[in-house]
């Protein structure tokens, strides 16, 4: 369970990017962040695993305060914590198969990884994951020969190296095309039923929030304007959507699957 | 921005402060003040510049054609008939002149079109004085390409001096006495089967005097080698050998089929100080063959010349190894990305760079003069110079490097719980690596081929022994070290190519 409460980030340029915001997720939830770009998304996601430091507030996970943690705390936290990004932010010249053993380092000593050294045990994983996503036979490329979609797989393959109990997306889907988009929230879905594992995904499209998510939590300006359970998501009026997305915003399908529909931001 | 456009053209309707006539007069006074007072002190500034230039440009041409002269007239007259050319020059600046006035006029008339022809003619000034200034002569470029005739083909195909024979002299002598005495040198024996010289007489006078001719002497050789040349040669007192002249030109000539032959000469001119004539001195007078021996073996210049493209390659080598390692820290003092901090390391930031560039401008060659004085001529000299061209060059590519990192995977790193040594390893590292391979390959590349000419001051490698060979217009070992720099260049141009697209 995550219960964050007050949460406030101001960066130093003094943009309040993120103004008291309380929420909880149970464990097993698949929440998803909605809002504009600038809403204060990708902050609050980044404040959950520490790549950002709140300004104020706690996030309490399993009764421990990620906000006070430091050091080999924190970064033993974090390897419970897999997160893919917009970008995949893959290291583009490295090996399919560096990449996803890299989201072991948490668990190997430095003096080993310095040198390159994995554990069998760790390879195997790493095939395993590889296999997982349908793309072992990509394993000995460069990153950044794989399409777009097999690159968020890469990400989430390094994800799932660490054994995670909770998954971060930060707009996953966003770089790709609604076709592969479906197909990777298809994954996160899975990873979601199958191994229970929590997973905080920010999205764009009405129609994939409304397909894939079992809470619904909105972002504007740094405050949350709407909270939602899957039932209310499906039934959510202009009216709110307005209230998140701004009164130029247009309400597009709304019919699950079809993806063909979706995809309008402005 | 075709709204700016709009209100530039608004502008430039306005009238203008002058009326034609006069902005025209003023432009005759001072080219381009018409201009600017018709509201377009752009073209008016252009004009002026272009205007003054060719003409301050022209005027010295005048006077650097007729040094010596005094007086408009008289440079003048002495300038064109030396330089014809200027004559075509002062009319183009004359109608430049004029042209502006024309412009002036039509500026302050209306508003004027895009300035085309005015431009057109400011080119043609320029480029007429810069046919001029730099002394262009096609007809001489084709006339004269003969000259380089010798030069080029020695340079092309110098391998006649890239192999040598062992060689043995077969050198008889004869003494001679000089002046005669009472008692001159007696007649030796002619030995039997060993080659032998006999003058006679075995004394005489040197022709002392310009054009006055020395003792006739008869010389008779005997068991030389049959066919071969022979050269009369000759030491002085002090064992110092000369060839000899006979008319002007050197005695060479082949022995008959018995290995024997019979010359006159007539003994040399040299100036001999008084002191030394008081008594009678030995002058030997020998007859020389060489006869190669054994089979083809490299010349010294050969020798010389991989040797030192041997060192050639690893000046370059050297000064790229010292160059990695202190381009390395450098260059991250001067990658903004990680200096933009704080003031002060910002201002770091800006000092290095600085240096950086002002190092890289002044080229390598400045840097061998600086360091041949500083550690002597050789090699350390010109690894001393690339260094620090390298680090100059490398510290800007490498910082440039860091700074297009991408932070996306430090942050992902991050994620997985890394600490920091493993996200500089796994996520920082792998992203410049690459780039700093490829650079320093380059670098390598240009370094080998910038030794060569470090080389020319003294900085050591191949450039030193070129520069002597050219400067004694000895073109085919100044062609086979061309010919292996060419080589050795061309391979490792290639080789880094290669490294460079399978790297990165």
């Known amino acids: 369970?995550?219960?964050?409460?007050?949460?406030?980030?101001?960066?130093?340029?003094?943009?309040?990017?993120?103004?008291?915001?309380?929420?909880?997720?149970?464990?097993?939830?698949?929440?998803?962040?909605?809002?504009?770009?600038?809403?204060?998304?990708?902050?609050?996601?980044?404040?959950?695993?520490?790549?950002?430091?709140?300004?104020?507030?706690?996030?309490?996970?399993?009764?421990?305060?990620?906000?006070?943690?430091?050091?080999?705390?924190?970064?033993?936290?974090?390897?419970?914590?897999?997160?893919?990004?917009q970008h995949f932010n893959l290291v583009k010249r490295s090996s399919v198969m560096n990449n996803v053993l890299s989201g072991r380092l948490g668990y190997t000593p430095s003096w080993k990884s310095v040198l390159g050294q994995f554990s069998a045990k760790d390879k195997q994983k790493a095939w395993d994951s590889l296999e997982r996503l349908n793309i072992k036979d990509q394993a000995l490329k460069r990153a950044d020969e794989l399409s777009g979609g097999q690159q968020q797989r890469v990400g989430i393959a390094r994800a799932l190296m660490q054994e995670p109990e909770m998954i971060?997306?930060?707009?996953?889907?966003?770089?790709?095309?609604?076709?592969?988009?479906?197909?990777?929230?298809?994954?996160?879905?899975?990873?979601?039923?199958?191994?229970?594992?929590?997973?905080?995904?920010?999205?764009?499209y009405l129609d994939l929030v409304q397909r894939y998510a079992t809470k619904v939590i909105g972002l504007k300006d740094g405050e949350i304007v709407y909270q939602g359970s899957r039932k209310d998501i499906r039934a959510m009026t202009d009216r709110e959507f307005k209230d998140i997305y701004g009164e130029e915003a247009v309400r597009v399908g709304g019919l699950e699957g079809d993806l063909s529909a979706g995809g309008d931001q402005s | 921005m075709s709204k700016k456009e709009i209100t530039k053209r608004e502008g430039e309707i306005k009238?203008?402060?002058?009326?034609?006539?006069?902005?025209?007069?003023?432009?005759?006074?001072?080219?381009?003040?018409?201009?600017?007072?018709?509201?377009?002190?752009?073209?008016?500034?252009?004009?002026?510049?272009?205007?003054?230039?060719?003409?301050?440009?022209?005027?010295?041409?005048?006077?650097?054609?007729?040094?010596?002269?005094?007086?408009?007239?008289?440079?003048?007259?002495?300038?064109?008939?030396?330089?014809?050319?200027?004559?075509?020059?002062?009319?183009?600046?004359?109608?430049?002149?004029?042209?502006?006035?024309?412009?002036?006029?039509?500026?302050?008339?209306?508003?004027?079109?895009?300035?085309?022809?005015?431009f057109l003619v400011m080119g043609i000034v320029f480029a007429s004085l810069g046919w001029q200034i730099g002394q262009v002569d096609l007809v001489k470029l084709i006339t004269e390409i003969n000259d380089a005739e010798r030069a080029?083909?020695?340079?092309?195909?110098?391998?006649?001096?890239?192999?040598?024979?062992?060689?043995?002299?077969?050198?008889?002598?004869?003494?001679?006495?000089?002046?005669?005495?009472?008692?001159?040198?007696?007649?030796?024996?002619?030995?039997?089967?060993?080659?032998?010289?006999?003058?006679?007489?075995?004394?005489?006078?040197?022709?002392?005097?310009?054009?006055?001719?020395?003792?006739?002497?008869?010389?008779?050789?005997?068991?030389?080698?049959?066919?071969?040349?022979?050269?009369?040669?000759?030491?002085?007192?002090?064992?110092?050998?000369?060839?000899?002249?006979?008319?002007?030109?050197?005695?060479?000539?082949?022995v008959d089929e018995n290995g024997s032959f019979e010359v006159k000469i007539t003994m040399p001119y040299r100036l001999v100080p008084p002191s030394a004539s008081e008594e009678a001195q030995k002058w030997t007078v020998f007859a020389q063959q060489v006869i190669a021996t054994g089979s083809l073996e490299p010349s010294e210049e050969l020798k010389l010349v991989v040797e030192k493209m041997i060192e050639t390659i690893f000046i370059g080598m050297m000064a790229t190894?010292?160059?990695?390692?202190?381009?390395?820290?450098?260059?991250?003092?001067?990658?903004?990305?990680?200096?933009?901090?704080?003031?002060?390391?910002?201002?770091?930031?800006?000092?290095?760079?600085?240096?950086?560039?002002?190092?890289?401008?002044?080229?390598?060659?400045?840097?061998?003069?600086?360091?041949?004085?500083?550690?002597?001529?050789?090699?350390?000299?010109?690894i001393l110079a690339l260094t620090i061209h390298s680090i100059a060059a490398l510290g800007k590519l490498y910082s440039e490097s860091i700074e297009s990192i991408d932070s996306g995977p430090i942050e992902a790193i991050q994620a997985t719980g890394a600490n920091w040594i493993q996200t500089v390893m796994f996520a920082v590292v792998p992203q410049i690596i690459p780039p700093f391979v490829s650079f320093t390959i380059y670098r390598w590349d240009i370094n080998i081929r910038m030794s060569t000419?470090?080389?020319?001051?003294?900085?050591?490698?191949?450039?030193?022994?070129?520069?002597?060979?050219?400067?004694?217009?000895?073109?085919?070992?100044?062609?086979?070290?061309?010919?292996?720099?060419?080589?050795?260049v061309a391979i490792l141009d290639y080789i880094s190519a290669e490294i460079r697209e399978r790297y990165v």
């Open chain 1, 1 to 85: 369970m995550l219960e964050i409460r007050n949460l406030t980030k101001i960066y130093d340029d003094g943009t309040r990017a993120l103004n008291n915001v309380s929420f909880s997720v149970e464990d097993g939830d698949f929440l998803v962040v909605i809002g504009l770009s600038g809403s204060g998304k990708s902050t609050l996601l980044r404040c959950i695993n520490r790549l950002i430091n709140p300004t104020e507030g706690e996030i309490l996970w399993n009764g421990v305060d990620l906000a006070k943690l430091e050091g080999e705390d924190l970064r033993n936290t974090r390897r419970k914590i897999g997160m893919i990004f």
């Open chain 1, 168 to 204: 971060l997306a930060d707009e996953p889907v966003a770089s790709l095309d609604p076709v592969l988009a479906h197909s990777i929230l298809q994954y996160l879905e899975k990873l979601n039923q199958e191994d229970d594992m929590t997973i905080i995904c920010s999205l764009h």
């Open chain 2, 15 to 118: 009238p203008s402060l002058v009326p034609p006539i006069l902005s025209a007069i003023l432009s005759a006074i001072l080219p381009g003040l018409g201009q600017a007072l018709a509201r377009d002190w752009r073209r008016g500034l252009t004009m002026f510049l272009g205007f003054s230039t060719s003409f301050g440009l022209l005027v010295w041409r005048f006077q650097s054609a007729a040094r010596r002269d005094v007086g408009f007239i008289d440079i003048f007259k002495k300038a064109i008939r030396i330089e014809p050319i200027l004559i075509w020059l002062t009319i183009a600046t004359i109608a430049f002149w004029i042209w502006t006035i024309a412009d002036a006029y039509l500026t302050a008339k209306r508003p004027p079109k895009k300035a085309v022809g005015i």
């Open chain 2, 152 to 254: 080029v083909n020695h340079v092309m195909w110098p391998w006649s001096r890239a192999v040598t024979r062992p060689v043995e002299y077969v050198e008889p002598e004869a003494y001679i006495q000089v002046p005669c005495t009472d008692t001159p040198f007696a007649q030796p024996e002619v030995p039997e089967g060993e080659p032998y010289l006999i003058s006679d007489p075995t004394c005489g006078d040197l022709a002392v005097l310009e054009g006055e001719r020395g003792t006739e002497l008869t010389l008779t050789g005997g068991n030389f080698i049959p066919g071969e040349q022979v050269t009369i040669k000759w030491y002085d007192p002090l064992k110092v050998s000369f060839t000899h002249r006979q008319d002007g030109e050197f005695m060479q000539f082949p």
């Open chain 2, 321 to 382: 190894a010292f160059g990695i390692i202190l381009a390395l820290p450098v260059s991250f003092l001067a990658a903004r990305n990680l200096m933009s901090a704080s003031p002060v390391t910002l201002a770091i930031y800006y000092l290095v760079r600085t240096i950086l560039n002002l190092v890289r401008s002044i080229e390598p060659v400045i840097w061998a003069i600086i360091f041949v004085i500083i550690v002597g001529l050789g090699p350390f000299a010109g």
């Open chain 2, 453 to 488: 000419v470090v080389g020319l001051v003294g900085g050591g490698g191949i450039g030193y022994l070129l520069i002597q060979w050219i400067n004694k217009t000895d073109f085919r070992a100044a062609g086979i070290a061309v010919w292996f720099i060419a080589v050795t």
